[in-house]
């Protein structure tokens, strides 16, 4: 009988009692077993941080591809499909390799413990060996130093994105354990751009750069990027250029883009042309991030002047960006309300998230993230935004929160669903006119 890829990912996720486990050793066997892929990849670009990986990740590929470049990516987790993670020389993976590379993966595994994560990075390092690109932009799991991704002996450059709290359970219960953490993907003689930190962060990253021997170029020392207009300026020692504001919206991307064109000045020899580099930057495209959800099963369930949009932000720091980007909202911010779906994970501060966004919203409904069994219940999340000073209650689907909120509004509004990435994924698998 024939099988499809989320039969053995189903499989692979029950060999390991823990969904996460922070460990090399599993995945160094297992890579062994398989042939050691790790050690036949592209040039690698290795990205850890807190918040604004995906983002980074994103503009980096959009400057590379349109220089031409065979650019393959690995990022996690996934939207609406698991083919999202990997990325091969600019096409999602083809559900026949996947499939392929997971019962090779399972079969060199046998029964042996390893966690989802390790084991379908090994699956994904393999189609990135076998498969030829210029470059490969790898994504951090979770943390850094025990990372299934940590494996790279030598990569092109690291860089780490601001950090904030995020996943204590597994990283420690302060900014400097976290950092130290993630700052275990710095290699000796391997430059590291490392964006805008809070001082405790940035004092231990710099610890572990000058223990292996890391080169640091700091946002805030070494260069500066602000927004003019509609223009990007970045600023640094040997001068000032002007770039095009990047495609995804708010202003923590302009701060997101600044990691991008550093990174870039290091990669000068894969974007030979800074044309190709502004090209890039605009057109960078990353779902759930502010994304507008114009076409689709969802949107078109809403009266005529009502805007749909989702983001997966589900943390204090994306809930202040995302606060910072609404106001700053395109078009007719003024006289469109704006209303929240939201659900969250049970394991989230949901204060730490909405405190940021209570003063800009007009109506909240809240929901249970369907199929995920750590989720907070609707009457639960309705709870914590009522206790952050939300007019909310409970809604039993995302349809439902949708025509409650139609239907108790004088006016028509926008709409924002947010609060999760596991939440981001289920609208747009429902949505279905949307493509991620």
């Known amino acids: 009988m024939s099988q499809n890829s989320d039969a053995v990912l189903a499989r692979l996720n029950r060999l390991h009692p823990k969904i996460i486990d922070l460990s090399l050793g599993r995945v160094e066997s297992l890579l062994a077993a398989i042939g050691h892929p790790e050690r036949q990849l592209p040039p690698v670009v290795h990205v850890a941080g807190t ?15 349109e220089s031409g470049r065979a650019v393959h990516v690995y990022t996690s ?18 559900e026949p390799e996947l499939l392929a590379l997971l019962e090779e993966c399972e079969a ?13 990075t090994a699956a994904a ?9 210029d470059i490969l932009l790898l994504e951090v799991g979770l943390g850094g130093r025990l990372d299934a991704t940590n494996v790279i002996a030598r990569p092109e450059l690291t860089l780490i994105t601001p950090i904030s709290m995020d996943h204590m359970q597994y990283l420690g219960d302060s900014l400097e354990k976290i950092a130290r953490e993630k700052a275990g993907i710095l290699k000796s003689g391997v430059p590291a751009i490392i964006g805008l930190q809070p001082p405790e962060a940035l004092q231990a990253i710099q610890e572990k750069a000058q223990e292996v021997g890391a080169p640091l170029i700091i946002q805030g020392r070494d260069f500066e990027v602000e927004r003019q207009g509609n223009e ?36 000068d020899s894969f974007l030979p042309d800074p044309a190709f580099v502004g090209q890039g930057l605009r057109k960078a495209n990353w779902p759930a991030r502010l994304q507008h959800l114009s076409a689709g099963t969802l949107p078109d369930t ?20 995302l606060a910072c980007a609404l106001k700053d ?22 204060a730490a998230f909405l405190d940021p966004l209570s003063p800009l919203v007009r109506q909240l409904r809240a929901v249970e993230i369907p199929g995920e069994p750590n989720s907070l219940s609707a009457n639960e999340a309705a709870h914590h935004a009522r206790a952050c000073g939300f007019q909310a209650a409970p809604a039993a689907s995302l349809s439902q929160a949708l025509q409650d909120l139609v239907h108790c509004s004088a006016q028509p509004g926008r709409i924002l669903i947010c609060g999760s990435l596991y939440l981001a994924g289920e609208v747009l698998r429902q949505n279905e006119g949307e493509r991620v």
């Open 125 to 133: 390092f393999l189609a990135f060996a076998r498969r030829p690109a």
């Open 302 to 321: 809403l009266p005529q002047g009502w805007e749909l949009w989702l983001d997966g932000g589900h943390n204090a720091a994306a809930g202040q960006a």
């Open 51 to 65: 918040n604004g990986k995906g983002s980074v990740l994103a503009m980096l590929r959009g400057m590379l591809e």
């Open 329 to 350: 909202w395109p078009e007719s911010a003024e006289t469109k309300p704006l209303d929240l779906v939201y659900g969250m994970l049970n394991s989230k501060t949901a």
């Open 232 to 267: 990007i300026l970045f600023r640094q020692s040997s001068g000032e250029t002007r770039w095009p504001l990047p495609g995804l919206l708010g202003p923590h991307q302009v701060q997101n883009a600044g990691l991008a064109l550093a990174a870039a000045q290091k990669l």
């Open 77 to 94: 987790p996934h939207l609406a499909r698991f083919h999202e993670r990997i990325r091969l020389a600019g096409e999602l993976i083809s």
């Open 108 to 120: 060199a595994n046998g029964e042996a413990p390893i966690t989802f994560f390790e084991v379908t």
